[in-house]
């Protein structure tokens, strides 16, 4: 099993990452369970195939599980189903030092880990993140958030959890898709700063996506590894440090809106493809060289993610793109800050990007063919 320690001042926790952790899920939370009962909130598909396991070793603890089942996607990070958890957690009646179980994707995360940052005014909660995009990034550094109508992830707030727990093996029964999805963010931290683990992907990233055990906990600990480092280094994201994860981000954001936030593009391939533009918008401003930018986004065309623009068929010019990256929620008194490459694991933020250039070079984009 890897441990790898999320230093947070003040709230710092474990991630434990090992093949069959579900089953041992009673084992590991019981610690930090006061009664012998546990509220878990799921959606629908993580419960049909991972509730008995989880259940069966609460059951094996003496505890009994209580479980809130959630209708699956997007639209459940939502005000009317926030209040349906808080509600059922109050019906429960949770303490405010209890700890409730999130089980599922970035969704139930998300969702769940806000209900636990209000409720009775805060209680706290256990991850245990069923997707890989959840065990790489989503469960670890305590950004919690529900949409609204406004957009993604407007309302929230940073709530750590006590423990999570992730085990490769839930990825079993997730969808390719997502499973390759998630994979976009794993490149992301060999982009951001640790070049080596960018030639690991290359080198084995097919193996993690065909289900290799080995692969898949390596990624997941060197990913949370990274992702603990930055936000013990700036877990607010006030000093510019945080920032770095969103690699990628800014150009996935406005491929997302323009394609609606739909099964057209999920999040992790519009970051992947971001990730890719972010390359070549850095050769072309003369930031990196050329053909690292190239091998950026050879990388992601090879596992099967898009790679480059053209493949969307959007209708749009890039000025439309562009416009969209004028909503984002990372606008800082009228400036984007874009995070942009010097070479491969050399990842900066840029305050002085010129949303014109940005436009041209993506409609210089959505022309190649
Ligand atoms: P998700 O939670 O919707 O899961 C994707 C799909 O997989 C869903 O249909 C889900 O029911 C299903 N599923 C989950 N685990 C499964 C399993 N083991 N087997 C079979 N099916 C399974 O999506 P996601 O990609 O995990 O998370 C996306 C969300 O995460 C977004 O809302 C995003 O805003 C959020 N997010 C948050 C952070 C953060 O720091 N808090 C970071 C990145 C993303
Ligand atoms: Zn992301």
């Given at each position: 099993m890897a441990t790898i320690p999320v230093a947070i001042a003040g709230a710092p926790y474990d991630v434990r990452i090992e093949a069959g952790l579900l089953a041992k899920a009673g084992t590991h939370c019981r610690p930090f369970l006061r009664k012998d009962t546990v509220a878990i909130v799921t959606d629908e598909h993580v419960a049909a195939r991972w509730r008995e396991t989880v259940a069966a070793s609460f059951a094996a603890e003496g505890i009994e599980s209580r479980w809130l089942v959630l209708p699956a996607g997007e639209s459940t990070k939502s005000w009317e189903q926030l209040a349906r958890v808080i509600d059922w957690l109050l019906a429960q009646e949770v303490e405010r030092k209890d700890n409730i179980v999130a089980l599922g994707g970035g969704v139930i995360g998300d969702l769940t880990g806000f209900a636990a940052a209000i409720v009775k005014r805060g209680c706290g909660f256990i991850q245990i993140p069923t997707t890989l995009l959840a065990q790489v990034d989503s469960s670890v550094g305590g950004k919690t958030a529900i949409n609204t109508p406004a957009g993604k992830n407007l309302v929230g707030a940073f709530h750590q959890p006590v423990l999570v727990l992730a085990d490769p093996l839930s990825l079993d029964t997730l969808p390719a898709r997502d499973v390759r999805a998630?994979?976009?963010?794993?490149?992301?931290?060999?982009?951001?700063?640790?070049?080596?683990?960018?030639?690991?992907?290359?080198?084995?990233?097919?193996?993690?996506?065909?289900?290799?055990?080995?692969?898949?906990?390596?990624?997941?600990?060197?990913?949370?590894?990274?992702?603990?480092?930055?936000?013990?280094?700036?877990?607010?994201?006030?000093?510019?440090?945080?920032?770095?994860?969103?690699?990628?981000?800014?150009?996935?954001?406005?491929?997302?809106?323009?394609?609606?936030?739909?099964?057209?593009?999920?999040?992790?391939?519009?970051?992947?493809?971001?990730?890719?533009?972010?390359?070549?918008?850095?050769?072309?401003?003369?930031?990196?060289?050329?053909?690292?930018?190239?091998?950026?986004?050879?990388?992601?065309?090879?596992?099967?993610?898009?790679?480059?623009?053209?493949?969307?068929?959007?209708?749009?010019?890039?000025?439309?793109?562009?416009?969209?990256?004028?909503?984002?929620?990372?606008?800082?008194?009228?400036?984007?800050?874009?995070?942009?490459?010097?070479?491969?694991?050399?990842?900066?933020?840029?305050?002085?990007?010129?949303?014109?250039?940005?436009?041209?070079?993506?409609?210089?984009?959505?022309?190649?063919?």
């Open positions: 998630g994979y976009a963010e794993v490149v992301k931290y060999g982009l951001i700063d640790d070049a080596p683990f960018f030639e690991w992907c290359e080198a084995n990233g097919h193996h993690l996506l065909a289900g290799e055990a080995d692969a898949r906990e390596y990624a997941i600990a060197r990913s949370v590894a990274a992702k603990a480092r930055i936000v013990a280094a700036d877990e607010k994201e006030t000093t510019g440090v945080r920032a770095l994860l969103n690699l990628g981000h800014t150009f996935g954001h406005a491929l997302e809106a323009e394609t609606g936030f739909s099964d057209r593009l999920l999040h992790g391939e519009g970051v992947a493809l971001g990730m890719a533009l972010a390359a070549r918008f850095s050769a072309r401003q003369g930031l990196m060289n050329g053909q690292d930018a190239e091998r950026v986004a050879a990388h992601i065309g090879a596992v099967g993610l898009p790679a480059s623009l053209a493949a969307l068929n959007l209708s749009c010019d890039g000025r439309r793109l562009a416009d969209h990256m004028l909503h984002d929620k990372k606008m800082d008194a009228g400036t984007l800050p874009f995070l942009l490459l010097r070479g491969i694991g050399e990842t900066f933020l840029a305050k002085d990007v010129d949303l014109g250039d940005v436009a041209a070079f993506l409609d210089d984009e959505l022309a190649r063919r």
